[in-house]
T-cell receptor
Framework: DAGVIQSPRHEVTEMGQEVTLRCKPI?????LFWYRQTMMRGLELLIY????????DSGMPEDRFSAKMPNASFSTLKIQPSEPRDSAVYFC????????????FGPGTRLTVL | AQSVTQLDSQVPVFEEAPVELRCNYS??????LFWYVQYPNQGLQLLLK??????LVKGINGFEAEFNKSQTSFHLRKPSVHISDTAEYFC????????????FGAGTQVVVTP
């Protein structure tokens, strides 16, 4: 398997613009996670899905952030409008189960909002 | 709720020397424990995990960790490091009794020099 695929790898945008990050999980994995990594706050879980259904979105910072998973092989994280403080590396991860299972991370999307 | 404390933000070490990365956790219930590694400009990957049984866990790349329930610790060790071990290392915990999230520590940057 190719692993978790994220696109784009880098995104530079201006404040106020809409940003869409994309993720393809490993085939057969029922759980998908979106994380944000910054120097100040470390690695934070934003939201996770089970069988395409959002289970816990308590980590989503505010209404400007939204995530969808229309099918088992694709998810998006959207920021609208973007702000400079959203600059971070966003990771997508997937796992077959919860609990004891390993999460497999994608390479991340480095977002810079000017 | 559970929390994870990584006691060292940065650990410099010479090639072929041993290294120990410290991790302490707090939780009101039993937890599963994980160590992940993040190489520069990459996503996280699992080094090892403790679920149950033997308290000494062996992982990939010669790393091992010991679970100490009385001290609520899960320290990571390698007897002889290579330049390629330069990376950031994250300790993480998850409750065993629920669909709990994976809680990451702040990370420890290991820099291996010749």
């Amino acid at each position: 398997d190719a692993g978790v695929i994220q696109s784009p790898r880098h995104e530079v945008t201006e404040m106020g613009q809409e940003v869409t990050l994309r993720c393809k999980p490993i085939s057969g994995h029922d759980y998908l996670f979106w994380y944000r990594q910054t120097m100040m706050r470390g690695l934070e879980l934003l939201i996770y899905f089970n069988n395409n259904v959002p289970i816990d979105d308590s980590g989503m910072p505010e209404d400007r952030f939204s995530a969808k998973m229309p099918n088992a092989s694709f998810s998006t994280l959207k920021i609208q409008p973007s702000e400079p403080r959203d600059s971070a590396v966003y990771f997508c991860a997937s796992s077959q189960f919860m609990g004891t299972d390993t999460q497999y991370f994608g390479p991340g999307t480095r977002l810079t909002v000017l | 709720a559970q929390s994870v404390t990584q006691l060292d933000s940065q650990v410099p070490v010479f090639e072929e020397a041993p290294v120990e990365l410290r991790c302490n956790y707090s939780s009101s219930v039993s937890v599963y424990l994980f160590w992940y590694v993040q190489y520069p400009n990459q996503g996280l990957q699992l080094l090892l995990k403790y679920l149950s049984g033997s308290t000494l866990v062996k992982g990939i790349n010669g790393f091992e960790a010991e679970f100490n329930k009385s001290q609520t610790s899960f320290h990571l060790r390698k007897p002889s490091v290579h330049i390629s071990d330069t990376a950031e290392y994250f300790c993480a915990v998850r409750r065993t009794d629920s669909w709990g999230k994976l809680q990451f520590g702040a990370g420890t940057q290991v820099v291996v020099t010749p």
